[in-house]
């Protein structure tokens, strides 16, 4: 059984699950969808939801690259980052700070799907206790 027959197996899976979540995403692609929530330190937190190579992909970028973070600032997030289960907390490829969680698509349900959404955006919100928000709307 080759990957590729896998990744065949899952076609509009997530498109099904996301509309399951209880969640109000927006397509902003194919297969990127985009859901804010509100947290208790960011009024608006972007989730963002991918699907790529079998694997479901859910990010919220938490700070731009123009934000300078002081030692202090990374020791806290290093702390919260191994006080999470598996939400990842790193820079991506231009520098901004994001939390993130990997999913396997072909073995998501709808709990999964949506526990981990509820997790990835109370991460978010911890780390803008540590990295305010810029802009709050």
């Known amino acids: 059984c ?19 979540t209880g969640y109000e995403f927006t397509k902003a692609a194919d ?3 985009v859901t804010k929530v509100e947290g208790k330190n960011a009024k ?3 989730l963002i939801v991918a699907e790529s190579e079998g694997m479901t ?3 919220s970028v938490v700070a731009e690259k123009s934000t300078l973070l002081t030692p202090v600032q990374m020791k806290q997030i ?9 939400v990842k907390i790193g820079l991506d490829e231009d ?3 994001m939390v993130r969680i990997d999913l396997n698509t072909r073995l998501l349900d709808k709990e999964e799907l949506t526990q981990s959404l509820d997790q990835l955006g109370g991460a978010a919100d911890e780390v803008f206790t540590i990295v305010p928000k810029k802009s709050q709307p």
Do not use: H, V
């Open 44 to 46: 608006e937190i972007a």
């Open 95 to 97: 520098d901004n700070l």
């Open 57 to 59: 992909i859910l990010f």
């Open 2 to 20: 080759s990957a590729t027959a896998s990744w065949s197996q899952t076609p509009g899976k997530l498109d099904s699950l996301i509309n399951q």
């Open 78 to 86: 290093l702390k919260l980052c191994m006080a999470l289960d598996k």
């Open 31 to 33: 297969k990127l969808w």
